[in-house]
């Protein structure tokens, strides 16, 4: 049998509610910041909205965001994306198991 939807859901706000209480989320935000910044990703997403921004009428945060959430999504370097995964299972099987 598998959870509701209510219970899927209540299980993730339970636990975003642990990993901010814990702090880990900060910890985990931080070091994908840094890992992001260390392989140019963020310069390079940066500098894509800004020349896009310079020419965009009306220039709009929300057109900006929804152009280049994809693009930015599937460019996440996969070493990064595994490192910060990897954070998270480790989390979650510390308070699960």
């Not at 900060?26 to 909205?49: A, C, F, M, P, V």
Request: charged letters at 25%; a neutral charge.
């Amino acid at each position: 049998m598998s959870p509701s939807p209510a219970d899927v859901d209540a299980f993730y706000t339970q636990l975003q509610r642990r990993l901010l209480e814990s702090g880990e989320w900060y910890r985990i935000q931080s070091i994908l910041s840094s890992k992001l910044n260390e392989s140019g990703w963020s310069d390079d997403i940066r500098h894509r909205t800004k020349e896009r921004a310079r020419v965009m009428e009306p220039l709009s945060f929300q057109s900006l965001f929804d152009e280049f959430a994809p693009h930015a999504q599937t460019s996440l370097p996969l070493a990064v994306r595994r490192e910060v995964m990897s954070l998270i299972r480790q989390y979650l099987e510390k308070q699960f198991v």
